[in-house]
C-alpha cells in the first residue's frame, strides 16, 4: 500500500535557508524511491478551515518507506532547516489498495 507525505509551507521565513533545503531534499526522497506528486501553490480548500498555501505531497512506494524517509539520518539534518526556515503543516498517511 502506498505511502504518501504532504506538506503545506504556510511561510517561509529564511528564504535562502529554504532555497538550501529544496535544492537538497529530492535527492532524499529518491533514496527511498519517494516521487513527488503534487507541488503546488495553487491549492484551496474546498470545505472546512484549511488554508493552503503551498502543497506538496510525495508518494512512496508504501507507508513504511514513507515513515523510514522522515526519520532517516539522510533527512535530518534537512528537517531541521525547513523546520527552522518555514512555517509548514505536515502529515503522512496511507493510500488505498493493495
Same mark, same amino acid.
Given at each position: 500500500?502506498? %505511502?504518501?507525505v504532504l506538506?503545506d509551507?504556510?511561510n517561509? $521565513? #529564511?528564504e535562502e535557508?529554504? *532555497? ?6 529530492v535527492?532524499?526522497?529518491a533514496?527511498?524511491? %519517494? ?5 503546488s %501553490?495553487d491549492?484551496?480548500? $474546498?470545505? %472546512?478551515s484549511? #488554508?493552503?498555501r503551498?502543497?506538496v $505531497?510525495i +508518494?512512496f512506494?508504501?507507508? +513504511? *518507506?514513507?515513515? +523510514?524517509?522522515?526519520?532517516? +539520518?539522510?533527512?535530518?539534518? $534537512? *528537517? *531541521? ?5 518555514? #512555517?509548514c503543516?505536515g ?6 489498495g493493495?
Amino acid at each position: 500500500m502506498t %505511502g504518501y507525505v504532504l506538506f503545506d509551507v504556510q511561510n517561509v $521565513l #529564511d528564504e535562502e535557508a529554504f *532555497k538550501n533545503y529544496e535544492s537538497q531534499v529530492v535527492a532524499t526522497t529518491a533514496q527511498f524511491d %519517494g516521487v513527488y506528486r503534487v507541488v503546488s %501553490g495553487d491549492a484551496r480548500a $474546498l470545505e %472546512g478551515s484549511w #488554508d493552503p498555501r503551498f502543497v506538496v $505531497l510525495i +508518494e512512496f512506494p508504501s507507508r +513504511e *518507506k514513507a515513515e +523510514e524517509w522522515y526519520g532517516s +539520518e539522510a533527512y535530518a539534518p $534537512l *528537517k *531541521k532547516i525547513r523546520q527552522s526556515s518555514a #512555517d509548514c503543516i505536515g502529515v503522512i498517511f496511507s493510500g488505498v489498495g493493495g
